[in-house]
């Protein structure tokens, strides 16, 4: 990862005219934590059925069910396709809501062996955007997860923004909480070279801010972030 200079410009506002530059965030962020080492996944398959697992559940719960997807033989789609619905559903039970993300898989897995020969290599060798368009395309797949997989499956430079982002950014004032997927990925990426390597970084670091300070309840006390909130304190997220 290249390492990310903060000139004269960085340090002024970024273009929405408020909040620091991305960079001196990151370095903050950098500078309190070092590098994270993240994703969690050994291969790319088992990262792809991560993203798609963590939806709304903590990752604990995921480590569980990619274990027990692990035992059964089933860590890849072509198993995931053809295994009973049933049996799916009981080896992710662990990650909540099963039989909803069993669906999710299971399109997933009907996509990757109608249009791409049953390979993850065939699909990542789409260009970005067709790569992002046709992931969204999959019901059940939004913005978050589809750019989880790019990013940390097929090495796209593309910005993960999740809920501990969007909170961040709010409790700041940097974005609105109303502000759309899109626009809040945008204030990552507008002052940022177009770098894998620092949007995984990142995002690893933004998701070690929500867990240790910028949780539902704040605790801002030693954030390496406190320094630029609202001088009334954390706006509402």
């Given at each position: 990862?290249?390492?990310?200079?903060?000139?004269?410009?960085?340090?002024?506002?970024?273009?929405?005219?408020?909040?620091?530059?991305?960079?001196?965030?990151?370095?903050?962020?950098?500078?309190?934590?070092?590098?994270?080492?993240?994703?969690?996944?050994?291969?790319?398959?088992?990262?792809?059925?991560?993203?798609?697992?963590?939806?709304?559940?903590?990752?604990?719960?995921?480590?569980?069910?990619?274990?027990?997807?692990?035992?059964?033989?089933?860590?890849?789609?072509?198993?995931?396709?053809?295994?009973?619905?049933?049996?799916?559903?009981?080896?992710?039970?662990?990650?909540?809501?099963?039989?909803?993300?069993?669906?999710?898989?299971?399109?997933?897995a009907d996509v990757l062996h109608r249009?791409?020969?049953?390979?993850?290599?065939?699909?990542?060798?789409?260009?970005?955007?067709?790569?992002?368009?046709?992931?969204?395309?999959?019901?059940?797949?939004?913005?978050?997860?589809?750019?989880?997989?790019?990013?940390?499956?097929?090495?796209?430079?593309?910005?993960?923004?999740?809920?501990?982002?969007?909170?961040?950014?709010?409790?700041?004032?940097?974005?609105?909480?109303?502000?759309?997927?899109?626009?809040?990925?945008?204030?990552?990426?507008r002052r940022l070279p177009r770098d894998?390597?620092?949007?995984?970084?990142?995002?690893?670091?933004?998701?070690?801010?929500?867990?240790?300070?910028?949780?539902?309840?704040?605790?801002?006390?030693?954030?390496?972030?406190?320094?630029?909130?609202?001088?009334?304190?954390?706006?509402?997220?």
């Amino acid at each position: 990862m290249n390492p990310v200079t903060a000139t004269r410009k960085d340090r002024r506002a970024n273009g929405s005219g408020r909040g620091p530059a991305p960079a001196i965030v990151f370095a903050a962020l950098l500078d309190r934590w070092g590098p994270q080492g993240w994703w969690p996944g050994r291969t790319r398959a088992e990262i792809v059925i991560g993203a798609i697992l963590t939806q709304n559940t903590a990752w604990a719960n995921v480590e569980r069910a990619l274990a027990r997807l692990s035992a059964a033989g089933a860590m890849d789609f072509e198993r995931i396709r053809r295994a009973p619905r049933a049996a799916l559903e009981d080896w992710i039970r662990p990650a909540g809501c099963f039989r909803v993300k069993a669906g999710r898989l299971r399109a997933f897995a009907d996509v990757l062996h109608r249009d791409h020969g049953g390979r993850l290599a065939r699909l990542f060798r789409l260009p970005t955007a067709a790569l992002r368009r046709t992931l969204l395309d999959i019901p059940g797949v939004g913005p978050e997860t589809a750019d989880a997989i790019a990013l940390y499956a097929a090495k796209r430079p593309v910005f993960v923004v999740d809920a501990y982002g969007r909170r961040i950014l709010a409790r700041h004032g940097w974005r609105g909480a109303r502000s759309s997927y899109d626009d809040l990925a945008r204030w990552f990426t507008r002052r940022l070279p177009r770098d894998t390597a620092l949007y995984n970084e990142y995002h690893a670091l933004v998701v070690r801010a929500g867990k240790e300070h910028c949780r539902p309840r704040p605790r801002c006390d030693g954030c390496p972030l406190q320094r630029w909130l609202p001088a009334a304190g954390p706006r509402r997220p």
